[in-house]
């Protein structure tokens, strides 16, 4: 018990094999399987309060690494990507990747990831989960249009799948079977909308919990991001505080370029994509909605875009948006190219999306100036137009 042990554990669902060495790699703890229900009672009878553990990032690590909170020193949790390139090898059974975790722990040379708290882990879920939903909606929507495309039918006027539209989808002259499958797609939209609503119902909820509400009010300021997509760069990001400068965290949404370079050799090439792809999508969509109504924006893509074209361009856009929400979320304040009645309308939607300002018992302007005011930007707030209204805040 008077020898620190490192311990590794490759867990699969329905197992999990524990190996453990010294800090000289000596084996201390002969490869083990253990049945995954067995593995709390395992580890309370079997590890020590001074050992290390590391185990590999998958879907069930999470509850693996709290079960072992209090029981064990620490709890690594590995990045299986560098694992992979750090000990390649011939030899892939459960307990050699065990030991390789336990031996790679033990000399510090272990690649850990982060582990995000219990909210993260949530919105994570929730963000992903609205993500799948909305794709199934879209691949039924383009089914649709699939259909239409084989008998040479153009589209109803107006949006095609709009509720007034459904009985026109319906009475096409089409065979029982294809009649059939469009009533089916057209049951699954309604479905998937009705999934979709409520799952940004929660969304929008958690935006304003305390945990996430610091965070929404201070990229919420900038053009193009939305409930929806500031919580998905929120739940990826997580703890700001992990990327000390603003090329981490571009890196950690592979926006940044891939770079060769040998002797005097230097070339820089696509995004490298090696990273979290939801942040990267949230941000390439906040950036055509920043390019579309911020004149900043709008004039910083018309200059990429004709010397790079308009999908590196954006790609650019992206990139130099997620700087900035670097900067706002370190320094929590204003962003320097602030539009004060942009932001406050921004605000107001937020306040109105799913009754927000009235499930906390507040005025919807009141919801608008408490942010403001976080922002520092109460006093330069003039009467502004939003949905054809006027809005003075100064009258509440």
């Known amino acids: 018990m008077g020898t620190k042990r490192y311990i590794g554990l490759d867990v699969h669902k329905r197992q999990v094999v524990a190996a453990g060495v010294d800090q000289q790699q000596n084996e201390l703890l002969k490869p083990v399987q253990v049945k995954i229900k067995n593995f709390p009672s395992w580890a309370k009878a079997n590890l020590h309060q001074t050992d290390s553990v590391a185990l590999e990032a998958t879907t069930n690590s999470w509850k693996i690494h709290d079960d072992l909170q209090g029981i064990v020193a620490e709890v690594l949790v590995a990045n299986s990507y560098k694992i992979k390139l750090i000990s390649s090898s011939s030899a892939k059974t459960d307990k050699h990747d065990a030991l390789v975790l336990a031996k790679l722990l033990a000399a510090n040379l272990l690649p850990t990831v982060w582990v995000p708290p219990v909210p993260v882990r949530e919105l994570r879920d929730l963000t992903r989960y609205r993500s799948k939903l909305v794709w199934d909606r879209n691949k039924m929507k383009t089914q649709l249009h699939n259909t239409l495309h084989k008998h040479n039918l153009a589209l109803p006027l107006g949006g095609p799948f709009t509720q007034k539209n459904e009985a026109w989808w319906c009475d096409l002259p089409l065979n029982e079977i294809e009649k059939m499958q469009i009533s089916h797609r057209w049951q699954s939209i309604h479905h998937l909308n009705q999934q979709i609503a409520e799952t940004e119902t929660r969304i929008a909820q958690q935006s304003i ?122 320094k929590k304040e204003a962003d320097t190219k602030a539009d004060v009645q942009a932001i406050a309308r921004s605000f107001l939607r937020w306040a109105t999306e799913h009754r927000l300002a009235r499930s906390q018992r507040i005025h919807r302007h009141e919801f608008v100036r408490e942010r403001l005011k976080t922002l520092g930007l109460l006093e330069e707030l003039k009467p502004f137009r939003a949905n054809g209204r006027l809005h003075d805040l100064a009258i509440g």
């Open 209 to 330: 919990s305390d945990y996430w509400s610091e965070g929404m009010t201070l990229i919420m300021q900038l053009p193009g991001v939305g409930i929806y997509t500031g919580m998905t760069i929120l739940a990826a990001i997580g703890d700001i505080d992990r990327f000390p400068t603003p090329p981490q965290l571009v890196g950690y949404a592979g926006l940044g370029a891939r770079v060769r370079s040998s002797g005097d050799w230097y070339q820089t090439g696509k995004i490298s994509k090696q990273g979290r792809r939801e942040l990267r999508t949230a941000l390439v969509n906040s950036a055509w909605v920043a390019v579309r109504y911020s004149k900043h924006w709008r004039e910083q893509f018309e200059k990429l875009s004709t010397r790079i074209g308009k999908n590196k361009a954006i790609t650019a856009i992206a990139r130099k948006l997620l700087v900035v929400i670097w900067h706002v979320l370190t």
